[in-house]
Each structure stands twice: as C-alpha cells, then as structure tokens.
C-alpha cells in the first residue's frame, strides 16, 4: 500500500510530527501523501474521543482525499468519528461557529448562514439600499471592512480621495452588525467571528485543540489571513501536530482572500522540521523544464513518472485567431491524434482564464447581463427560471434544490431560504407531503424552450389557476430573451463536447495527457502578459502568472499554449523557452 512512496513521501507520512510545512512542487503527489498520512495514522489510532482533523479548501478537493484514503490506501469512507474529513469552512462552521457564534454576534439564537454557498441573499428592497449588500461586505483579520465582491458590484466610492473609508461603508458596518444581531451571518463572517471567539473564549480554542489534537492541511497556499488567525489561535492555545502541505506557486483564489504569503511565513518559520517535494510524477521532463521558467522552483522538478518522462513532444506556443477559436482547437485535437492520445474527458482539456472566454469559443454575444431582467424583491423569479432550465436540462437535483428555496422565498416573503427553514417545514408538514407539494408546483412551470416573457407569463397562470398565490415578476424589456441567452454557462455547454473545456480554475488539482491552454493579450481585467513578461515579474507577486502556471502544469505529455499574436508569441518563448525569436507552429 505505501511502498510506492518515494523517501521524502514516507518522511511526511510517517515521520512527521510536530509543525510541519510540505512545499511542494506540481504533481509531487500532494494530495497522494496527505491521504497517505491520513491513511496510516487512522490505522494506528486508538484515542476515542479525540481525532483527526484533515482539511482542504474546497468539495472538489477534500473529496479526492476522501476518493483516494479509499481506493488507494483501503480507509472505509465516509471518515468516521472522531475524525473529521472535509473543508475548512465547514470546520470552523462546526466546531466554532455555529455552536458559539451567538456569543460574538448578539443574537438569541444559533446564527443562520446565508449568501453564497448558502442561498442567495436578496435581501433590500431597492437599488440602492445598504440592505442589499449583505453578502458583498465582511472584515478582514485587522478588523477593517472588506469587499467581498468585484469593485464593479458596489454602486457607491469605498474610498475617500484621501484613502479613508467612505461614509457609505460605516453604513454598511451599521447594516452587518444589526443582522448578526438577528441571527444572520455570511461564510466570510462566520470565518471573521470564528476568530473573535476563540480570542474571547480561550475555553473554546483549547476544547477544540482537546478535541483534535493533529491538523492536516492540504492546498494550504490558499489560506486567507482570517483563516490563518484562525489556525494561530489553535496554535497559541496548546496545538501541537500541524501538517500544511501546498505550493505557493498555485495559489489562485486571492478572490477569495487567499495569500500565499502566510504559507510561504509558516514555511520559514518551521523550516527545520519542513520537507520539500521536487519530483514531478505527472508530467514529461520537457513540460517540466518548460514550466519551471514561470515557477519559484530553484531548479527544474524532476521527472520520475516512467511512462512519460521521455516523451520527446515539445510544449508549443502558438498564435490563434479570435474569430476562429474552433480552428486552433481542431489543430490541438488532430495533434493528439497523431500522437496516439485519445480523445475524451479524462484525457484532454482545453482551458481558458476567465469565464467570458467561452463565449468567444462558441461564438455567442457575452454582453448580456444575467441580472439585468430581475427586479429587486421579485429575485426569487430568476430562481424559478434557472432552476427549471438546470432541471430540463437534466439537473434534476440542483434544479429541484433551487425551486425548492424559490418556492419558499415567494410564499414567506423572506429573502432567504435556509437549510434550517427546510428542515422545519418538512417536520411540520411531513416529508412526503411536502415533497409532493414542492413536485407539483414544479410540474406546473413550463418547459425554458419559449422566451423569458411567455414562459413567465405561462408560469403564473399555471398558479392561479392551481390555486398557488405566486407571482412571477420581471422587467418586461428584457422579456424577449432565451433561457439560453440568460443561464446557458461554460459547464453546462461543455458536456456536450468529447474534451473537457473550462476554466483553469475548474482544472486544478487534476491531471490530463494533452491540455491547450488560450490566453488573451490581457490578464483578467488588469494589466497585459506581456507587461509581466518584460518586467520580469515575479510569479510570487502575480496571481495572474500563476494562474498561467496552474493550467500548464496539467498535462503529462503534450501541451499547447495559444496566444493572441506575434508580438504576445515572443514574449511568452522569450519566457518559457528563453529564445527572442521561436519558430513553432502546429
Ligand atoms: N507515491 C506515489 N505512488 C504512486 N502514485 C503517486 C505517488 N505520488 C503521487 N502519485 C500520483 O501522481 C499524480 C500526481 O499526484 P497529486 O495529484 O497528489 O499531486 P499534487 O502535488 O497534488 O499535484 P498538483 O499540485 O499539481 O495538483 C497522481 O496521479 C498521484 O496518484
């Protein structure tokens, strides 16, 4: 079961103890050894009321681990108590927050999470009501208001000119903290008051410490400061056994308030008892020294996977045509065939940086704004309309999911919809009867094939005559557009294709045999690549190179980047292959 890991492998899975960093490069086998680990020590655990706490930053990830302690290393899953397996927002929403978050916020009862990934919050009766922004503002470790949503989100300045805080943001503050009084708290505030409980309420951090006494924490690069205080407060009140494996040089969730920085400080900090992993198991020797030259590696990862570390094909850098994207994508998929690589989802991938690139790949007019029909206190509509588009398009549980809390939203008049307010409806109605009635009202929305105004327009008189007193609403000069034009998304027109198409984002942590990768002259909405290029910037500063980094870093033998033209061609080989002038083309 272990014997395939390498010497610096079996140092992290049964060696360590005490504060440890792993840093590692890409596919070293990160999330491999962390199972590992997590394998042996519940083999050899013998302590009833205290476990193990493993923790990774998203489902998709801890899932894996989870995939891999079964198949690998032969662990019964789901993990069992006193372990616990799973991300660190439901940790800390577990053992900290939820149970203790009344104390810090003031409310009488246990808090209610809203907001993404909980429900939409739509909350606020008109444009520009405070209420509104609910979910779009939180703080950060130094207490100081953040937003948490694009700049372009917020319909008023943040900033004074002077660099201060605006008036609208004291507002905002005012506006928080009265719905913490009432209970109400977003994922970024329950991770901001997990803090101030465990400062307030030492008991609290050493029941915790008690109660798990090892941390493991993979993709740790994508620790946040709040996080990070979180994981301090933990450390300062007794914690003894802490593993933190990552690779700074893919940490691209700064959205999310990632800072790679923290790892990189926890590195140096326990140096003396920390591991570095260099030898790549993915990918060729000749993607290996291709992507070194973007990384923060001081020499080229090794290449030890025998069955493609000698593959002679050359990463390529090509030129694209924005109006012919399907054209490169044909070149990249006739490549694969002649090099006998087959031509399906686990094998190759086109990938992109940004979510509107897709519209570019299809060809379809991404100017349309999803929220632009929906009207403030009516949003409940656009839940009824997507949820019946995921639902005819064979969703059938995310479909239902959001109907569910569409329906309830409609019928209280509340805002939101939590899982809470579920439970409670179906033990007051029973749960056949609530189930029944939730799949009539569905049945009774048409089918998304017609326009948004005449699917509405069914939709309601379908209800009354039905007798169920809900309304759907919209601006009716939007009314003309298709469920296509308002929800069809990147996931759900990439399942129809052979190959995986998506963000680099959607691709991380995996790995394929071919990946063409398109980037723009631009690096999301900031500056160009080619600026970072000349500039020679740092991958350790730049989340956009790194991004770059992730999506090259995927394939195990034949790799494409695309490019918008000559000029971006150069830069990109002057970076990558170290040559001014290249000449290479499909
Ligand atoms: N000791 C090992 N024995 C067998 N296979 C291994 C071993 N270590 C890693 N692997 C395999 O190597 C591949 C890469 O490992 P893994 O995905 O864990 O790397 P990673 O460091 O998490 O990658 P990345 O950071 O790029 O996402 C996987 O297919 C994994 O199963």
């Given at each position: 079961?272990?014997?395939?890991?390498?010497?610096?492998?079996?140092?992290?899975?049964?060696?360590?103890?005490?504060?440890?960093?792993?840093?590692?490069?890409?596919?070293?086998?990160?999330?491999?050894?962390?199972?590992?680990?997590?394998?042996?020590?519940?083999?050899?655990?013998?302590?009833?009321?205290?476990?193990?706490?493993?923790?990774?930053?998203?489902?998709?990830?801890?899932?894996?681990?989870?995939?891999?302690?079964?198949?690998?290393?032969?662990?019964?899953?789901?993990?069992?108590?006193?372990?616990?397996?799973?991300?660190?927002?439901?940790?800390?929403?577990?053992?900290?927050?939820?149970?203790?978050?009344?104390?810090?916020?003031?409310?009488?009862r246990r808090p209610i999470l809203v907001g993404e990934p909980h429900g939409t919050w739509a909350g606020g009766k008109y444009e520009r009501d405070?209420?509104?922004?609910?979910?779009?503002?939180?703080?950060?470790?130094?207490?100081?208001?953040?937003?948490?949503?694009?700049?372009?989100?917020?319909?008023?300045?943040?900033?004074?000119?002077?660099?201060?805080?605006?008036?609208?943001?004291?507002?905002?503050?005012?506006?928080?903290?009265?719905?913490?009084?009432q209970g109400f708290a977003t994922q970024s505030d329950a991770n901001y008051i997990s803090t101030k409980i465990l400062e307030s309420y030492p008991?609290?951090?050493?029941?915790?410490?008690?109660?798990?006494?090892?941390?493991?924490?993979?993709?740790?690069?994508?620790?946040?400061?709040?996080?990070?205080?979180?994981?301090?407060?933990?450390?300062?009140?007794?914690?003894?056994?802490?593993?933190?494996?990552?690779?700074?040089?893919?940490?691209?969730?700064?959205?999310?308030?990632?800072?790679?920085?923290?790892?990189?400080?926890?590195?140096?900090?326990?140096?003396?008892?920390?591991?570095?992993?260099?030898?790549?198991?993915?990918?060729?020797?000749?993607?290996?020294?291709?992507?070194?030259?973007?990384?923060?590696?001081?020499?080229?990862?090794?290449?030890?996977?025998?069955?493609?570390?000698?593959?002679?094909?050359?990463?390529?850098?090509?030129?694209?045509?924005?109006?012919?994207?399907?054209?490169?994508?044909?070149?990249?998929?006739?490549?694969?065939?002649?090099?006998?690589?087959?031509?399906?989802?686990?094998?190759?991938?086109?990938?992109?940086?940004?979510?509107?690139?897709?519209?570019?790949?299809?060809?379809?007019?991404?100017?349309?704004?999803?929220?632009?029909?929906?009207?403030?206190?009516?949003?409940?509509?656009?839940?009824?309309?997507?949820?019946?588009?995921?639902?005819?398009?064979?969703?059938?549980?995310?479909?239902?999911?959001?109907?569910?809390?569409?329906?309830?939203?409609?019928?209280?008049?509340?805002?939101?919809?939590?899982?809470?307010?579920?439970?409670?409806?179906?033990?007051?109605?029973?749960?056949?009867?609530?189930?029944?009635?939730?799949?009539?009202?569905?049945?009774?929305?048409?089918?998304?094939?017609?326009?948004?105004?005449?699917?509405?327009?069914?939709?309601?008189?379908?209800?009354?005559?039905?007798?169920?007193?809900?309304?759907?609403?919209?601006?009716?000069?939007?009314?003309?557009?298709?469920?296509?034009?308002?929800?069809?998304?990147?996931?759900?027109?990439?399942?129809?294709?052979?190959?995986?198409?998506?963000?680099?984002?959607?691709?991380?942590?995996?790995?394929?045999?071919?990946?063409?990768?398109?980037?723009?002259?631009?690096?999301?909405?900031?500056?160009?690549?080619?600026?970072?290029?000349?500039?020679?910037?740092?991958?350790?500063?730049?989340?956009?190179?790194?991004?770059?980094?992730?999506?090259?870093?995927?394939?195990?033998?034949?790799?494409?980047?695309?490019?918008?033209?000559?000029?971006?061609?150069?830069?990109?080989?002057?970076?990558?292959?170290?040559?001014?002038?290249?000449?290479?083309?499909?």
């Open positions: 079961m272990f014997s395939s890991l390498s010497s610096e492998q079996r140092e992290i899975v049964f060696e360590k103890i005490g504060r440890s960093v792993v840093r590692a490069c890409p596919g070293s086998g990160k999330t491999y050894s962390l199972a590992a680990r997590l394998a042996y020590r519940i083999s050899k655990w013998d302590r009833k009321c205290q476990g193990i706490a493993a923790i990774s930053f998203t489902n998709v990830a801890w899932k894996e681990i989870e995939k891999q302690l079964n198949e690998k290393f032969e662990i019964r899953i789901p993990v069992q108590y006193p372990h616990f397996l799973g991300t660190i927002d439901s940790f800390v929403n577990k053992f900290i927050f939820l149970p203790y978050g009344h104390l810090i916020m003031g409310c009488s405070y209420n509104r922004y609910f979910d779009a503002v939180s703080f950060n470790a130094e207490d100081i208001a953040i937003r948490t949503k694009s700049p372009t989100q917020y319909h008023f300045k943040w900033f004074n000119k002077d660099g201060s805080e605006s008036g609208h943001v004291k507002h905002l503050k005012d506006m928080k903290y009265a719905f913490w009084k008991a609290v951090a050493k029941s915790i410490v008690q109660r798990f006494p090892e941390l493991m924490i993979d993709e740790a690069q994508d620790t946040s400061d709040v996080q990070m205080k979180i994981i301090d407060c933990l450390l300062n009140h007794g914690l003894e056994h802490i593993l933190m494996i990552g690779d700074p040089d893919q940490a691209i969730y700064e959205w999310n308030d990632a800072k790679p920085e923290l790892f990189i400080e926890k590195y140096a900090l326990w140096k003396e008892n920390s591991v570095v992993l260099n030898e790549n198991r993915r990918s060729s020797r000749n993607i290996c020294n291709f992507t070194y030259r973007l990384s923060s590696l001081d020499s080229p990862s090794v290449a030890v996977n025998e069955n493609v570390k000698e593959c002679q094909l050359q990463p390529t850098i090509v030129t694209y045509n924005a109006d012919n994207l399907q054209h490169t994508i044909d070149d990249f998929l006739r490549l694969c065939i002649q090099h006998q690589i087959d031509i399906n989802r686990e094998k190759i991938a086109v990938l992109y940086r940004s979510k509107g690139f897709y519209n570019q790949i299809i060809g379809i007019d991404g100017a349309i704004k999803q929220e632009d029909p929906w009207l403030p206190g009516k949003m409940f509509t656009r839940e009824f309309a997507k949820g019946k588009y995921l639902y005819d398009r064979k969703h059938f549980k995310d479909g239902y999911k959001m109907i569910e809390r569409a329906i309830h939203k409609a019928l209280s008049g509340n805002n939101y919809c939590s899982e809470n307010d579920i439970a409670d409806r179906i033990s007051e109605e029973g749960f056949l009867k609530y189930r029944k009635r939730i799949l009539d009202i569905l049945q009774l929305l048409p089918k998304t094939n017609a326009d948004l105004m005449s699917w509405i327009n069914q939709a309601n008189q379908n209800f009354k005559i039905n007798g169920i007193k809900i309304k759907l609403e919209v601006d009716s000069s939007f009314g003309g557009l298709t469920f296509e034009q308002l929800f069809e998304t990147a996931e759900l027109y990439a399942e129809h294709l052979e190959y995986r198409l998506g963000t680099v984002h959607t691709a991380k942590g995996e790995t394929f045999d071919a990946v063409l990768l398109f980037l723009k002259k631009k690096a999301g909405q900031k500056s160009y690549y080619s600026t970072y290029i000349k500039n020679n910037t740092s991958i350790t500063i730049c989340e956009e190179l790194r991004i770059v980094y992730v999506g090259i870093t995927r394939p195990r033998k034949l790799l494409v980047l695309a490019v918008p033209d000559e000029t971006d061609k150069k830069a990109w080989e002057k970076k990558l292959i170290g040559i001014d002038q290249g000449e290479s083309s499909l």
